[in-house]
């Protein structure tokens, strides 16, 4: 019964491998289910056959040729996983097998890779491309084979996509122990560099010197001359001659080659110790052969010229080998030796400056081609073997160039036209800044100006305006050491005590409008308007001052581009320079705060809404120019700061000012006093009743009392909180008018609150 099976086996294998591929499951030599499956990759056929000198069409033809060793090797893996199947070995589980017919060709060895790679339980023979293999599920688990190392190390750099286990049972090519290239494949046969030190061993003892090779013309072949060639030299072996062999011929094409390199082995042998001892006379001279093999003779050189139809042979001179010159007899001779440059015999044209020669495959070195010099490099010569390379710190060259060009040194320029078109904005800047100030000196006294917190404040923070403007001069030009260390110190200081200004008018403002007296008590003791101006400024002052004395800016030199030198102010700490950015940000977004409290004041008098504004503005504008800043190269970084500066300064001056100055010059009736109080009292008498109404919900939830009717008291203790809280708010929007007020507000409208 076995020997049935194995008749059967064999009968199905052979047909199935000497058939042409129509599916592939055509293609499969032997298999059987498992819950693990084994490949397998034998050379059962000698060769593929195809029908034409080369191949038309993409597919897989028969193949010829069975080899019965291969075939039992072949039988040997079938019955090792059924006696694994038979014993107790794996209980429970069963292993299963895939074996193909390589056909000893590695495009078939490749296509039954492929499809031990494709997916566990998936109809389609495909392979998917992904960047980590390491959830696959292979429908192989492990490949046996294939037998030749060529073929092995198709297969084995295919496997290493998903690292799956290579066991070779022949192959034994010396780089298939390179794990980094073959990190998957094992093999249960000696590497040949084994192999090759014990033949370089034998010829030692052999006291052997003078052999020859004889390889095969494959992967195998090819590497294991090379490596021999290594060894044998290390040892002092020269090699007589080397005989490569093809890889896969015929029975009667091998024995001819076998025979003609036998041959030859045998002719040189016998040929070798005769010439060596040779040695005869002419003419009183003595001939013999060097030790190189060479004869101790010269030569002469004659010229072959036609001269009315008959060719004659002239000589012109003897050649001296041990002396290595020409020795021409007469003056005429010499002459005709001299033309002799005027014709023309080269294997290559010569290159011309700005190239170099490169060598071709011919083993004549004047065999040459041009090629033009890379980037960077230079050649001034004719025939140079290799371009000069520039200084690319400071010199560069386009591609064929004869000379280096010294680089051009770059930095936002006066001329740039976006640094002319930022100079611009910044002057535009600067003259709102000095039209704001005229106006409010102008309208020194309206109650617009007077609500801004007074002309002091004004000229303080309008004067930091220009200096923010003014700033950005020293950002273009050719950077200096003095404009580095300025430029960053100028903006942050300057910038810090606008912030600072602005700061103490928001918390005025929520201090004036604030009917709460826990909140009240708390800010009148927060506010402190000198006070916060100068610390708030002064540790800014400190940071710069710090930044200046242990990390200054400093002018950089950067090569790194290849054409341009790119002036530039490094900033020496970056810690620093964030530091100083992140303060002033911390400041804008305390005066947010502030300004986001008071946004609800009234219409006429809502600065707070438009200091909260001006703050998203810088916030927005800085929080762009991050990414920005981190990303730009070259000459333009310091117009990336200019731009951000002039953005948050514009941003903050036009929500600061320019509604005032609107309503001064377009709104004057209620730039008045009689209007300002008027609102001021509207919006008073609006907070305290909504006071006076959530204290009253308050007493009739704790006290049970309802409000349907108030007492006559009751409205008493309203009317006197809501003229306490009046006053405080007439107290810190306008002192000089809080007399005034508690006359021209009428008493029987602040009663009926």
Same mark, same amino acid.
């Given at each position: 019964?076995?020997?049935?099976?194995?008749?059967?086996?064999?009968?199905?294998?052979?047909?199935?491998?000497?058939?042409?591929?129509?599916?592939?499951?055509?293609?499969?030599?032997?298999?059987?289910?498992?819950?693990?499956?084994?490949?397998?990759?034998?050379?059962i056929?000698?060769?593929?056959?195809?029908?034409?000198?080369y191949?038309?069409?993409p597919q897989?033809?028969?193949c010829?040729?069975?080899?019965? *060793?291969? %075939?039992? $090797?072949?039988? @040997? /893996?079938? #019955?090792? =996983?059924?006696?694994?199947?038979?014993?107790?070995?794996?209980?429970?589980?069963?292993l299963?097998?895939?074996?193909?017919?390589?056909?000893?060709?590695?495009?078939?060895?490749?296509?039954?890779?492929?499809?031990?790679?494709?997916?566990?339980n998936?109809?389609?023979?495909?392979?998917?491309?992904k960047?980590?293999?390491?959830?696959?599920?292979?429908?192989?688990?492990?490949?046996?084979?294939?037998?030749?190392?060529?073929?092995t190390?198709?297969?084995?750099?295919?496997?290493n996509?998903?690292?799956?286990?290579?066991?070779?049972?022949?192959?034994?090519?010396?780089?298939?122990?390179?794990?980094?290239?073959f990190?998957?494949?094992?093999?249960?046969?000696? *590497?040949? %560099?084994? $192999?090759?030190? @014990? /033949?370089? #061993?034998? =010829?030692q003892?052999?006291?052997?010197?003078?052999?020859?090779?004889?390889?095969?013309?494959?992967d195998?072949?090819?590497?294991?001359?090379?490596?021999?060639?290594i060894?044998?030299?290390?040892?002092?072996?020269?090699?007589?001659?080397?005989?490569?062999?093809?890889?896969?011929l015929?029975?009667?094409?091998?024995?001819?080659r076998?025979?003609?390199?036998?041959?030859?082995?045998?002719?040189?042998?016998?040929?070798?110790?005769?010439?060596?001892?040779?040695?005869f006379?002419?003419?009183?001279?003595?001939?013999?052969?060097d030790?190189?093999?060479?004869?101790?003779?010269g030569?002469?050189?004659?010229?072959?010229?036609?001269?009315?139809?008959?060719?004659?042979?002239?000589?012109?001179?003897?050649?001296?080998?041990?002396?290595?010159v020409?020795?021409?007899?007469?003056?005429?001779?010499?002459?005709?030796?001299?033309?002799?440059k005027?014709?023309?015999?080269?294997?290559?044209k010569?290159?011309?400056?700005?190239q170099?020669?490169?060598?071709?495959?011919?083993?004549?070195?004047?065999?040459?081609?041009?090629?033009?010099?890379?980037?960077?490099?230079?050649?001034?010569?004719?025939d140079?073997?290799?371009?000069?390379?520039?200084?690319?710190?400071?010199?560069?060259?386009?591609?064929?160039?004869?000379?280096?060009?010294?680089?051009?040194?770059?930095?936002?320029?006066?001329?740039?036209?976006?640094?002319?078109?930022?100079?611009?904005?910044?002057?535009?800047?600067?003259?709102?800044?000095?039209?704001?100030?005229?106006i409010?000196?102008?309208?020194?006294?309206?109650?617009v100006?007077k609500?801004?917190?007074g002309?002091?404040i004004?000229?303080?923070i309008?004067?930091?305006?220009?200096?923010?403007?003014?700033?950005?001069s020293?950002?273009?030009?050719?950077?200096?050491?003095?404009?580095?260390?300025t430029?960053?110190?100028?903006?942050?200081?300057?910038?810090?005590?606008?912030?600072s200004?602005?700061?103490?008018?928001?918390?005025?403002?929520?201090?004036?409008?604030?009917?709460?007296?826990k909140?009240?008590?708390?800010?009148?003791?927060?506010?402190?308007?000198i006070?916060?101006?100068?610390?708030?400024?002064?540790?800014?002052?400190?940071?710069?001052?710090?930044?200046?004395?242990?990390?200054?800016?400093?002018?950089?030199?950067?090569?790194?581009l290849?054409?341009v030198?790119?002036?530039?102010?490094?900033?020496?700490?970056?810690?620093?320079?964030?530091t100083?950015l992140?303060?002033?940000?911390?400041?804008a977004?305390?005066?947010?705060?502030?300004?986001?409290?008071?946004?609800?004041?009234?219409?006429?008098?809502?600065?707070?809404?438009f200091?909260?504004?001006?703050?998203?503005?810088?916030f927005?504008?800085?929080?762009?120019?991050?990414?920005?800043?981190?990303?730009?190269?070259?000459?333009?970084?310091?117009?990336?700061?200019?731009?951000v500066?002039?953005?948050?300064?514009?941003?903050?001056?036009c929500?600061?000012?320019?509604?005032?100055c609107?309503?001064?010059?377009?709104?004057?009736?209620?730039?008045?006093?009689?209007?300002?109080?008027?609102?001021?009292?509207?919006?008073?008498?609006?907070?305290?009743?909504?006071?006076?109404v959530?204290?009253?919900?308050?007493?009739?939830?704790?006290?049970?009392?309802?409000?349907?009717?108030?007492?006559?008291?009751?409205?008493?203790?309203?009317?006197?909180?809501?003229?306490?809280?009046?006053?405080?708010?007439?107290?810190?929007?306008?002192?000089?008018n809080?007399?005034?007020?508690?006359?021209?507000?009428?008493?029987?409208?602040?009663?009926?609150?």
């Amino acid at each position: 019964m076995a020997l049935l099976i194995i008749l059967i086996t064999c009968f199905m294998i052979i047909l199935a491998t000497s058939q042409p591929c129509q599916t592939p499951d055509d293609f499969v030599a032997a298999t059987s289910p498992g819950h693990i499956i084994i490949g397998g990759l034998f050379a059962i056929h000698e060769k593929m056959l195809s029908s034409e000198d080369y191949p038309r069409r993409p597919q897989i033809q028969k193949c010829v040729g069975f080899e019965i *060793s291969v %075939f039992l $090797q072949t039988l @040997a /893996m079938i #019955h090792s =996983i059924e006696m694994i199947n038979n014993s107790t070995l794996l209980s429970g589980v069963k292993l299963g097998y895939e074996i193909y017919d390589t056909c000893t060709e590695v495009t078939v060895a490749m296509a039954a890779t492929l499809r031990f790679l494709s997916k566990f339980n998936c109809s389609k023979e495909t392979v998917e491309f992904k960047c980590d293999y390491s959830s696959c599920m292979p429908r192989v688990k492990a490949v046996i084979g294939s037998g030749y190392s060529e073929i092995t190390m198709a297969v084995s750099r295919m496997l290493n996509l998903q690292l799956m286990p290579q066991v070779g049972y022949e192959s034994t090519a010396e780089i298939l122990s390179d794990k980094i290239r073959f990190p998957s494949f094992l093999r249960t046969v000696p *590497s040949d %560099f084994h $192999q090759i030190k @014990a /033949m370089v #061993h034998l =010829i030692q003892k052999s006291g052997w010197n003078w052999i020859g090779i004889i390889t095969t013309d494959d992967d195998y072949g090819r590497l294991a001359l090379n490596t021999f060639i290594i060894q044998a030299e290390a040892n002092n072996v020269c090699i007589a001659f080397k005989e490569v062999l093809p890889a896969f011929l015929s029975d009667n094409t091998i024995e001819v080659r076998i025979n003609q390199t036998l041959k030859k082995i045998i002719l040189e042998a016998q040929l070798l110790g005769v010439l060596k001892n040779v040695t005869f006379t002419d003419g009183g001279n003595s001939f013999h052969f060097d030790a190189h093999g060479d004869l101790n003779t010269g030569y002469d050189v004659v010229l072959w010229k036609e001269i009315n139809g008959h060719m004659t042979v002239t000589k012109m001179a003897e050649y001296d080998l041990q002396n290595d010159v020409f020795i021409i007899p007469d003056q005429e001779t010499k002459n005709e030796f001299r033309n002799l440059k005027q014709i023309q015999s080269k294997c290559s044209k010569e290159c011309s400056p700005g190239q170099m020669k490169k060598t071709t495959r011919s083993q004549h070195i004047c065999c040459y081609e041009c090629e033009n010099c890379p980037e960077n490099h230079y050649s001034n010569q004719t025939d140079m073997p290799h371009c000069l390379l520039c200084n690319n710190e400071t010199h560069w060259a386009p591609v064929r160039s004869t000379v280096c060009f010294e680089k051009e040194v770059e930095y936002l320029n006066w001329n740039d036209s976006l640094a002319i078109l930022l100079l611009i904005l910044s002057l535009l800047g600067i003259i709102f800044v000095l039209v704001v100030g005229i106006i409010f000196t102008r309208n020194l006294n309206t109650p617009v100006v007077k609500s801004s917190g007074g002309l002091r404040i004004c000229y303080v923070i309008l004067l930091c305006h220009f200096l923010n403007f003014a700033s950005t001069s020293f950002f273009i030009g050719e950077p200096q050491d003095f404009t580095c260390k300025t430029r960053q110190t100028l903006f942050g200081v300057s910038f810090t005590l606008c912030i600072s200004c602005i700061l103490t008018k928001s918390l005025k403002i929520l201090l004036a409008f604030s009917f709460d007296p826990k909140l009240q008590k708390f800010l009148k003791c927060l506010y402190k308007p000198i006070l916060i101006i100068f610390t708030c400024t002064g540790i800014q002052v400190v940071i710069c001052t710090l930044w200046l004395i242990f990390a200054a800016p400093t002018v950089e030199v950067n090569v790194s581009l290849p054409r341009v030198i790119i002036l530039e102010c490094e900033e020496g700490s970056i810690l620093a320079f964030g530091t100083m950015l992140g303060y002033i940000a911390i400041l804008a977004f305390i005066c947010f705060i502030f300004a986001f409290k008071g946004r609800k004041l009234p219409e006429n008098y809502n600065e707070a809404k438009f200091i909260t504004f001006g703050m998203l503005i810088y916030f927005i504008a800085w929080i762009t120019f991050i990414p920005i800043y981190a990303t730009t190269f070259g000459k333009y970084v310091p117009a990336v700061e200019i731009i951000v500066i002039l953005i948050s300064n514009y941003g903050i001056l036009c929500c600061t000012f320019f509604p005032k100055c609107y309503v001064i010059i377009c709104k004057q009736d209620i730039n008045t006093k009689s209007a300002f109080l008027k609102m001021i009292y509207s919006y008073s008498s609006h907070s305290v009743s909504s006071i006076a109404v959530s204290h009253a919900s308050l007493d009739s939830m704790n006290g049970n009392v309802t409000m349907t009717n108030l007492s006559s008291s009751g409205k008493s203790a309203t009317w006197q909180k809501s003229k306490d809280l009046q006053a405080q708010a007439f107290a810190h929007t306008c002192r000089e008018n809080a007399t005034s007020v508690s006359k021209t507000l009428p008493r029987k409208r602040i009663s009926s609150i």
